[in-house]
């Protein structure tokens, strides 16, 4: 019996990596899947794979950028958000942590995140960032060009995480809660 579970776990990991989340609607009718809306995430001040503009980053305001989502799962309580940068020298760096968004919220003003500021205005929570800072850290590459991915998870729980929480903790407490996720790519390299 236990054998039987682990060859079922371990079919559902290689579907996963092999199908993304294709998998997941297998089973479902083609009109149905197709109806569904599919989270995703966008920047009205740069484009997927595009750069990020300076005064997003520590060379200029250092304000956070503005996001917006569509496509919300029927059951979505909640978002998170995580800005990281896997480019940089020691490893994957977090720039931003933002919880227990209400379902309600199609998106994130600019300058919505300053560093510091546990709460954001209206709702949800901010981590803290790599720099050890709660808020928005943003670019700083040392050299070169660096990725930033923006990934946004529709919850179907409110996390009720205290201010400060780090990425790996919110990753923990999400554990059996991700509805979906989407995410938007962009870089910076400083002149």
Known sequence: MRGSKVAWVLRLVL????FGDAWMTAGVPPA???????????SSAFSE??????QYTCDGADSSPPVEWTGVPEKTRTFALVCN???APRGDWVHWVVFDLPATTKGLPEN??????E?????GTQGRNDFGKIGWGGPCPPSGSHRYT???YALDTELDLAPG???EELVKAMQGHVLAQAQVTASYARE
């Open 15 to 18: 579907a996963a990596a092999l």
């Open 32 to 42: 149905e899947a197709e109806s569904a809306p599919r989270l995703s995430i966008r």
């Open 49 to 54: 794979g595009g750069r990020i503009p300076r």
């Open 85 to 87: 940068d896997p480019d």
């Open 112 to 117: 919505a995140a300053p560093n510091g500021r």
């Open 119 to 123: 709460k954001l205005a209206g709702s």
């Open 150 to 152: 923006f990934r946004l």
């Open 165 to 167: 929480t780090t990425r």
